[in-house]
């Protein structure tokens, strides 16, 4: 999903809807992959499982990945370690 790999469309339509992937961190060719996601202020956590499992996020609403999102709280985690989009 880096720049220039084909999805500048996907990742720019994301980024306009509220959504940004910092990075894909698959662990084994069987799985599983952690990533980090940065949504826009005032997007619930259903949102943005309903965007991750639907046409648009990585399953592009097949199924093929068993999404399970945790939100990350930055108080505990000190200083995200990306720059912030929103």
Known sequence: MAPGGGWD?????????????????????????????????GISAEQFQEFIDGPNGVNFGLGAWMNICREINLELAGTPPYPRKF
């Open 9 to 41: 469309e996907a990742v720019a339509k994301n980024l306009d809807a509220g959504f940004y992937n910092h990075c894909f961190c698959p662990i084994s060719p069987e799985g599983p992959a952690y990533c980090i996601w940065e949504v826009r202020e």
